[in-house]
């Protein structure tokens, strides 16, 4: 039979690691929301929304659509990943996942051409100015922050969140959704504010880094599609 002192021990140190079990819980789920809305990714699920749930789904064909959002996905996401997979194998960048404040310039440069050709692309397939100007102002976003990163470290994700939130914003505001967009706005706005606190959670930002990233990029999106 164990004495009181021993199941004492026992309970004790079951509850200390409590804190440690719930914490490991929490950053599973923030690396989770940090994969699936990573600034990569944030151009391709705008191009599809502003493409299917705006009149655009009625008026282009579905394999039109498809090529749009594809072509979208290679030049935001696949040559970014392509340029920093590179960077990382030769020594170039610490951590593929640019978390780094150093590293994170080249990436940033790559992913303001990404934009623009994104922008060039969709005005050359005739898409409405309203979708081209969401990519320069993403492009003007990661410019403003590459410029801000190299004296202090602000959030992409934040950057790229703001810019999807001021996106649904410029498709309600403008009538261009066949059906009240309040609601997706509404659920930009609560995934925004899940990313900004997977970061903190992942210690990647401070509370004014991620804050300063989700209003350049709402800024610059809002200003250019609005």
Same mark, same amino acid.
């Given at each position: 039979?164990?004495?009181?002192?021993?199941?004492?021990?026992?309970?004790?140190?079951?509850?200390?690691?409590?804190?440690?079990?719930?914490?490991?819980?929490?950053?599973?789920?923030?690396?989770?929301?940090?994969?699936?809305?990573?600034? @990569?990714?944030?151009? %391709?699920?705008?191009?599809? /929304?502003?493409?299917?749930?705006?009149?655009?789904?009625?008026? %282009?064909?579905?394999?039109?659509?498809?090529?749009?959002?594809?072509?979208?996905?290679?030049?935001?996401?696949?040559?970014?990943?392509?340029?920093?997979?590179?960077? #990382?194998?030769?020594?170039?960048?610490?951590?593929?996942?640019?978390?780094?404040?150093?590293?994170?310039?080249?990436?940033?440069?790559?992913?303001?051409?990404?934009? $623009?050709?994104?922008?060039?692309?969709?005005?050359?397939?005739?898409?409405?100015?309203?979708?081209?100007?969401?990519?320069?102002?993403?492009? /003007?976003?990661?410019?403003?922050?590459?410029?801000?990163? $190299?004296?202090?470290?602000?959030?992409?994700?934040?950057?790229?969140?703001?810019?999807?939130?001021?996106?649904?914003?410029?498709?309600?505001?403008?009538?261009?959704?066949?059906?009240? #967009?309040? #609601?997706?706005?509404?659920?930009?706005?609560?995934?925004?504010?899940?990313?900004?606190?997977?970061?903190?959670?992942?210690?990647?930002?401070? $509370?004014?880094?991620?804050?300063?990233?989700? @209003?350049?990029?709402?800024?610059?999106?809002?200003?250019? %599609?609005?």
């Amino acid at each position: 039979m164990m004495t009181e002192e021993e199941i004492y021990q026992i309970y004790e140190a079951q509850e200390s690691k409590k804190p440690t079990q719930k914490k490991s819980v929490l950053e599973l789920w923030a690396k989770i929301f940090s994969t699936i809305f990573t600034p @990569l990714l944030i151009p %391709t699920y705008g191009a599809f /929304i502003a493409l299917n749930f705006t009149f655009l789904g009625i008026v %282009t064909s579905l394999s039109t659509r498809v090529i749009v959002v594809l072509a979208i996905f290679a030049f935001t996401c696949m040559v970014p990943i392509s340029v920093i997979a590179l960077l #990382y194998r030769y020594g170039k960048i610490s951590d593929p996942g640019v978390n780094n404040q150093k590293d994170r310039l080249i990436p940033y440069a790559i992913t303001v051409l990404s934009y $623009l050709a994104s922008a060039i692309y969709l005005s050359n397939v005739n898409a409405p100015k309203w979708i081209p100007m969401f990519m320069i102002g993403g492009g /003007i976003a990661a410019l403003v922050s590459a410029l801000i990163n $190299l004296k202090w470290k602000i959030s992409a994700h934040g950057a790229a969140m703001g810019g999807l939130v001021a996106l649904m914003f410029a498709i309600w505001a403008n009538g261009y959704a066949t059906f009240n #967009y309040m #609601y997706i706005t509404c659920i930009a706005i609560i995934l925004a504010g899940i990313v900004g606190t997977s970061r903190l959670i992942l210690n990647c930002h401070t $509370l004014g880094q991620v804050l300063a990233g989700t @209003l350049n990029g709402f800024l610059w999106v809002f200003i250019l %599609t609005i």
